[in-house]
């Protein structure tokens, strides 16, 4: 079974510095796909960034970038130049192949939440 | 462009009473989702829907039960809820070959049972 784990509960962060929310992942397929969503306190689920499994180079969305290291199962989140609002909860998400390739589910870690101060 | 619609927004349930949450999409997506989030454990899936006319069981399905009532619907129902079923419920649906922004989130279902 797939496994997802997001060690840091909760992180400080200044206003403008960067900050890197951590995610680990554990699966034996050769083809998956990683998330990065956001959950602000109004509590909808706002998908920021994705990394194929297959991507050689790290995807970029504006201020967030994913540093994929496969050999280290590891999907970290950069967030440079912090926002007030960016002040959520974070949640590392791992796409999984069911039904003989024809549909995916996702598996979520248990999310950390970053407050951003001034 | 709704996306994902979840009915009701906001519940309280006595313990031992039944109640159907409903979701809907527009995105002629094939598979369909239901999570409950809890604090400190992320989002867990219930039970899912990899495509119509069929359901499967998630990470936590005790206690609840699905309807893929066509490709548009799937509801999950609650047949006599428990305070451990206190949670914040998320439905999603996902198209396959849409792998980056494939999966959309509704807006999800505050459910409290006393």
């Known amino acids: 079974a797939q496994k997802i784990t997001q060690t840091q509960p909760g992180m400080f962060v200044q206003e403008k510095e960067a900050v890197t929310l951590d995610c680990t992942y554990d699966?034996?397929?050769?083809?998956?796909?990683l998330f990065w969503y956001k959950q602000p306190s109004s509590g909808e689920m706002i998908f920021l960034i994705y990394?194929?499994?297959?991507?050689?180079q790290n995807a970029t969305e504006g201020r967030y970038s994913l540093n994929f290291q496969k050999a280290r199962k590891s999907a970290n989140l950069v967030i440079s130049a912090s926002q007030l609002g960016d002040s959520a909860m974070y949640f590392c998400a791992m796409r999984e192949t069911i039904n003989t390739g024809t549909a995916s589910k996702l598996t979520f870690g248990t999310g950390t939440r970053l407050q951003v101060t001034l | 462009n709704a996306g994902v619609t979840q009915t009701p927004k906001f519940q309280v349930l006595k313990t031992g009473q039944s109640m159907t949450l409903q979701c809907a999409q527009d995105m002629n997506h094939n598979s369909m989702y239901w999570y409950r989030q809890d604090p400190g454990m992320g989002l867990r899936l219930i039970y899912y829907s990899a495509s119509e006319g069929t359901t499967d069981k998630g990470e936590v399905p005790n206690g609840y039960n699905v309807s893929r009532l066509n490709k548009r619907e799937f509801s999950l129902r609650l047949e006599s809820a428990a305070p451990s079923q206190t949670s914040v419920y998320f439905c999603?649906?996902?198209?396959?070959?849409?792998?980056?922004?494939?999966?959309?989130f509704g807006s999800g279902t505050r459910l409290t049972v006393v």
């Open positions: 999603a649906s996902s198209e396959w070959h849409l792998e980056m922004g494939g999966y959309t």
């Open positions: 990394q194929g499994s297959y991507d050689e």
């Open positions: 699966t034996s397929d050769q083809s998956y796909g």
